[in-house]
Protein backbone atom coordinates (compact mmCIF):
# COMPACT_ATOMS: atom_id res chain seq x y z
CA UNK A 1 0.00 0.00 0.00
CA UNK A 2 1.72 3.60 -1.03
CA UNK A 3 2.38 5.62 1.89
CA UNK A 4 4.23 8.59 2.33
CA UNK A 5 5.36 10.18 5.35
CA UNK A 6 5.59 14.17 5.66
CA UNK A 7 7.75 15.88 7.92
CA UNK A 8 8.02 19.30 8.48
CA UNK A 9 10.74 21.22 10.35
CA UNK A 10 9.59 24.47 11.72
CA UNK A 11 10.04 27.21 14.45
CA UNK A 12 6.22 27.64 14.15
CA UNK A 13 4.38 23.92 13.96
CA UNK A 14 1.29 24.45 14.77
CA UNK A 15 0.86 27.59 11.76
CA UNK A 16 -0.87 24.38 8.97
CA UNK A 17 -2.43 22.16 11.63
CA UNK A 18 -5.76 23.34 10.90
CA UNK A 19 -5.24 22.66 7.31
CA UNK A 20 -4.37 19.30 8.00
CA UNK A 21 -7.50 18.42 10.21
CA UNK A 22 -10.27 18.52 7.63
CA UNK A 23 -11.34 17.22 3.99
CA UNK A 24 -9.00 15.07 1.79
CA UNK A 25 -6.27 15.27 4.21
CA UNK A 26 -8.06 14.07 7.19
CA UNK A 27 -9.13 11.37 5.02
CA UNK A 28 -5.53 10.46 3.82
CA UNK A 29 -4.19 10.19 7.66
CA UNK A 30 -7.49 8.21 8.79
CA UNK A 31 -6.58 5.72 5.90
CA UNK A 32 -2.97 5.64 6.33
CA UNK A 33 -2.23 7.10 3.26
CA UNK A 34 -0.22 9.63 4.42
CA UNK A 35 1.26 10.46 8.17
CA UNK A 36 2.38 14.42 8.90
CA UNK A 37 4.54 14.84 11.33
CA UNK A 38 5.79 19.01 12.42
CA UNK A 39 8.79 18.94 14.50
CA UNK A 40 9.56 22.12 16.54
CA UNK A 41 12.65 23.18 15.64
CA UNK A 42 13.33 24.43 18.85
CA UNK A 43 13.15 20.91 20.49
CA UNK A 44 16.86 20.50 19.02
CA UNK A 45 18.47 23.90 20.55
CA UNK A 46 21.03 23.95 23.54
CA UNK A 47 20.50 26.96 25.13
CA UNK A 48 18.17 27.87 28.04
CA UNK A 49 16.54 30.28 25.40
CA UNK A 50 15.55 27.55 22.97
CA UNK A 51 16.89 30.20 20.06
CA UNK A 52 16.91 29.10 16.33
CA UNK A 53 17.71 32.44 14.93
CA UNK A 54 20.13 34.99 14.97
CA UNK A 55 21.89 38.17 13.22
CA UNK A 56 23.43 37.53 10.08
CA UNK A 57 26.96 37.79 9.75
CA UNK A 58 27.92 40.61 7.88
CA UNK A 59 25.30 42.43 8.80
CA UNK A 60 21.51 43.25 7.62
CA UNK A 61 17.75 43.48 8.60
CA UNK A 62 16.14 40.58 10.40
CA UNK A 63 17.12 37.33 11.87
CA UNK A 64 18.09 34.07 9.80
CA UNK A 65 17.50 30.57 11.10
CA UNK A 66 20.37 28.65 12.56
CA UNK A 67 21.78 25.62 10.85
CA UNK A 68 22.71 23.22 13.94
CA UNK A 69 18.76 22.99 15.08
CA UNK A 70 18.08 21.97 11.46
CA UNK A 71 20.56 19.81 11.31
CA UNK A 72 19.49 18.01 14.25
CA UNK A 73 16.12 18.09 13.44
CA UNK A 74 16.94 16.80 9.79
CA UNK A 75 19.22 14.17 11.28
CA UNK A 76 16.62 13.05 13.72
CA UNK A 77 14.17 12.87 11.16
CA UNK A 78 15.66 10.60 7.69
CA UNK A 79 15.48 7.38 8.19
CA UNK A 80 14.41 6.13 4.95
CA UNK A 81 16.04 5.52 1.72
CA UNK A 82 13.73 6.51 -0.42
CA UNK A 83 13.76 10.05 1.14
CA UNK A 84 13.51 13.87 -0.18
CA UNK A 85 14.49 16.72 1.85
CA UNK A 86 13.45 19.94 0.47
CA UNK A 87 13.85 23.38 1.50
CA UNK A 88 11.00 26.25 0.67
CA UNK A 89 12.56 29.32 -0.57
CA UNK A 90 12.09 31.74 -2.78
CA UNK A 91 14.96 31.02 -4.93
CA UNK A 92 13.88 27.63 -5.14
CA UNK A 93 12.62 25.80 -8.12
CA UNK A 94 9.15 26.33 -9.19
CA UNK A 95 6.11 23.87 -8.09
CA UNK A 96 4.90 22.21 -10.92
CA UNK A 97 2.26 19.60 -11.30
CA UNK A 98 4.95 17.04 -12.97
CA UNK A 99 7.07 17.72 -10.37
CA UNK A 100 4.39 17.23 -8.21
CA UNK A 101 4.00 13.69 -9.85
CA UNK A 102 7.45 12.72 -9.03
CA UNK A 103 7.61 13.68 -5.40
CA UNK A 104 4.23 11.03 -4.87
CA UNK A 105 6.76 8.67 -5.88
CA UNK A 106 8.69 9.12 -2.84
CA UNK A 107 8.18 7.37 0.82
CA UNK A 108 9.40 9.84 2.70
CA UNK A 109 9.27 14.10 2.52
CA UNK A 110 10.93 16.39 4.94
CA UNK A 111 10.04 19.88 4.47
CA UNK A 112 11.99 22.54 5.99
CA UNK A 113 9.90 25.78 6.11
CA UNK A 114 11.95 29.03 6.75
CA UNK A 115 11.07 32.21 8.73
CA UNK A 116 12.10 35.72 9.23
CA UNK A 117 14.56 36.55 6.96
CA UNK A 118 15.59 32.45 5.89
CA UNK A 119 17.96 30.24 6.91
CA UNK A 120 21.57 29.09 7.00
CA UNK A 121 22.88 28.46 3.33
CA UNK A 122 24.81 25.52 4.78
CA UNK A 123 21.78 23.60 4.86
CA UNK A 124 22.10 23.46 1.43
CA UNK A 125 24.40 21.12 2.67
CA UNK A 126 22.25 18.19 3.35
CA UNK A 127 18.85 18.99 1.52
CA UNK A 128 17.95 17.65 -2.07
CA UNK A 129 16.60 20.58 -3.46
CA UNK A 130 14.63 23.98 -2.70
CA UNK A 131 11.19 24.64 -4.12
CA UNK A 132 9.56 27.80 -4.25
CA UNK A 133 5.59 27.55 -5.11
CA UNK A 134 5.20 30.96 -6.78
CA UNK A 135 7.14 33.80 -7.56
CA UNK A 136 6.00 36.27 -4.40
CA UNK A 137 7.73 36.39 -1.00
CA UNK A 138 5.75 34.89 2.21
CA UNK A 139 6.82 35.16 6.05
CA UNK A 140 7.81 31.81 6.20
CA UNK A 141 7.61 28.73 4.47
CA UNK A 142 4.93 26.72 6.55
CA UNK A 143 1.96 27.40 3.78
CA UNK A 144 4.42 26.56 0.67
CA UNK A 145 5.33 23.04 2.66
CA UNK A 146 1.26 22.69 3.14
CA UNK A 147 0.77 23.29 -0.86
CA UNK A 148 3.25 20.55 -1.59
CA UNK A 149 1.57 17.96 0.72
CA UNK A 150 -1.76 18.43 -0.10
CA UNK A 151 -0.95 18.47 -4.07
CA UNK A 152 1.18 15.39 -3.80
CA UNK A 153 -1.37 13.87 -1.06
CA UNK A 154 -4.20 13.65 -3.89
CA UNK A 155 -2.19 11.75 -6.10
CA UNK A 156 -1.50 8.86 -3.63
CA UNK A 157 -3.83 6.12 -5.28
CA UNK A 158 -7.05 5.22 -2.61
CA UNK A 159 -6.86 8.85 -1.38
CA UNK A 160 -9.60 10.72 -3.88
CA UNK A 161 -12.84 9.15 -3.57
CA UNK A 162 -15.53 8.04 -6.45
CA UNK A 163 -16.50 11.52 -7.44
CA UNK A 164 -12.77 12.63 -7.68
CA UNK A 165 -10.29 12.48 -9.73
CA UNK A 166 -7.17 13.54 -11.27
CA UNK A 167 -7.20 12.22 -14.33
CA UNK A 168 -9.01 15.07 -16.67
CA UNK A 169 -7.88 18.21 -14.59
CA UNK A 170 -6.28 21.08 -14.84
CA UNK A 171 -2.06 20.26 -15.43
CA UNK A 172 -3.01 16.72 -15.43
CA UNK A 173 -1.04 17.16 -19.41
CA UNK A 174 0.99 19.64 -19.44
CA UNK A 175 -0.44 23.63 -20.49
CA UNK A 176 -3.79 21.71 -20.37
CA UNK A 177 -6.50 23.38 -17.76
CA UNK A 178 -9.75 21.56 -17.25
CA UNK A 179 -13.19 22.69 -18.73
CA UNK A 180 -15.44 24.51 -17.41
CA UNK A 181 -18.33 23.16 -15.07
CA UNK A 182 -21.76 23.29 -14.05
CA UNK A 183 -24.72 21.74 -12.24
CA UNK A 184 -28.15 23.19 -10.51
CA UNK A 185 -30.02 25.25 -10.94
CA UNK A 186 -30.02 25.22 -14.90
CA UNK A 187 -30.70 28.77 -14.81
CA UNK A 188 -30.13 31.30 -12.09
CA UNK A 189 -31.31 34.57 -12.07
CA UNK A 190 -29.25 37.02 -10.13
CA UNK A 191 -31.72 39.39 -10.39
CA UNK A 192 -34.97 39.81 -12.03
CA UNK A 193 -33.39 40.81 -15.74
CA UNK A 194 -30.47 38.62 -15.54
CA UNK A 195 -30.38 34.90 -16.68
CA UNK A 196 -26.95 32.72 -16.17
CA UNK A 197 -27.75 29.41 -17.65
CA UNK A 198 -25.92 26.46 -18.81
CA UNK A 199 -24.45 25.50 -21.84
CA UNK A 200 -27.66 23.85 -23.71
CA UNK A 201 -24.81 21.07 -24.95
CA UNK A 202 -24.40 20.04 -21.74
CA UNK A 203 -28.04 18.96 -20.86
CA UNK A 204 -28.43 17.30 -24.23
CA UNK A 205 -27.02 13.61 -23.25
CA UNK A 206 -24.71 13.09 -26.71
CA UNK A 207 -21.66 12.14 -25.17
CA UNK A 208 -18.92 13.03 -28.31
CA UNK A 209 -20.61 16.67 -28.51
CA UNK A 210 -20.52 17.46 -24.80
CA UNK A 211 -16.49 16.02 -25.51
CA UNK A 212 -16.01 18.50 -28.00
CA UNK A 213 -17.34 21.05 -26.22
CA UNK A 214 -14.98 20.29 -22.93
CA UNK A 215 -12.21 19.94 -25.18
CA UNK A 216 -12.72 23.39 -26.96
CA UNK A 217 -13.52 25.46 -23.67
CA UNK A 218 -9.86 24.30 -22.07
Do not use: C
Amino acid sequence: MAKIDFHIISAFPQITQSYFADSIIKRAQAGKKIVIKAHNLRDFTTDKHRSVDDTPYGGGVGMVLKVEPIYKAWKSIRKKKNSRTILLSASGQKLTQSRVKELAQVSQIILIAGHYEGVDARVKNFIDEEISIGDYVLTGGELGAAVIIDAVTRLIPGVLGKYESTADESHSRPGVLEYPHYTRPEVFKPDRKTEWKVPKILLGGHHAEIKKWRDDHR
